[in-house]
């Protein structure tokens, strides 16, 4: 079974700088999707970013972007001008070519004023 | 609010007894998935639905737990003869599957069982 490894279980930023959440992962396929979701205190679990292993280059959404190594089979996460609403767990996922989702266990990011 | 729902929000009950979970995914969404989630953890996989099928069950899945969709719109889970290992926050996530595009989960608000 695919597995999903966050070694970071807690991370801080000062507000405006710049973080890096690391996540990889084991597997044998070679078509597969990595996501990072974002779950703040009490809500909802939400979308930041997906990858196609697939595709060479880097997925950005705006101040997110990822480092995906696939033959390290690496996949982290960048958060660029961290700000205030960005404090969060995160959630790296790994999506197997039969559509099982796998999750780490999280990085608690905090975001210093 | 068009996101997907969950009822109830909080289940509390008594070792032994059937609890059964409902979500309503986003309306046009062809497939649904549901999660546990234990305090500390991420999201464990537990089954999904294209519209009524479902297409694949975990290994967590023990025959305690049954999930149905039965027109391909909402989505029950029941828990039998619940165990205090049961509680955990069970999430609901839909999404919209379509040819050559990757379908991306949204997430409802989960539903947060105490078994006593």
């Known amino acids: 079974a695919q597995t999903v490894t966050q070694s970071q279980p807690e991370m801080s930023v000062q507000e405006a700088e710049t973080v890096t959440l690391s996540c990889t992962y084991d597997?044998?396929?070679?078509?597969?999707?990595l996501f990072w979701y974002k779950q703040p205190p009490s809500r909802q679990m939400i979308l930041v970013i997906r990858?196609?292993?697939?595709?060479?280059q880097n997925a950005t959404e705006n101040r997110f972007s990822v480092n995906f190594q696939k033959a390290a089979k690496s996949f982290s996460l960048k958060i660029s001008d961290s700000q205030l609403g960005d404090a969060a767990m995160y959630f790296c996922?790994?999506?197997?070519?039969?559509?099982?989702?796998?999750f780490g266990t999280g990085t608690s990011l905090t975001v210093i004023p | 609010d068009t996101g997907v729902s969950q009822d109830p929000r909080h289940k509390i009950t008594k070792r032994g007894q059937n609890v059964t979970f409902r979500c309503d995914p986003i309306?046009?969404?062809?497939?649904l998935y549901w999660y546990r989630q234990t305090l500390g953890q991420g999201p464990e996989f537990l089954t999904y639905?294209?519209?009524?099928?479902?297409?694949?069950k975990s290994r967590l899945l023990s025959d305690r737990f049954s999930a149905e969709r039965p027109k391909g719109s909402f989505s029950t889970l029941e828990i039998q003869r619940t165990e205090q290992g049961d509680s955990a926050m069970y999430l609901c996530?839909?999404?919209?599957?379509?040819?050559?595009?990757?379908?991306?989960?949204?997430f409802g608000p989960g539903t947060r069982l105490t078994v006593l």
């Open positions: 990858q196609e292993a697939y595709k060479q």
């Open positions: 639905f294209q519209n009524e099928a479902q297409l694949e």
């Open positions: 996922a790994y999506r197997s070519a039969g559509n099982q989702f796998y």
């Open positions: 996530a839909s999404s919209l599957r379509w040819q050559g595009a990757t379908d991306t989960q949204y």
């Open positions: 309306s046009e969404h062809n497939r």
């Open positions: 597997t044998s396929e070679s078509d597969y999707y």
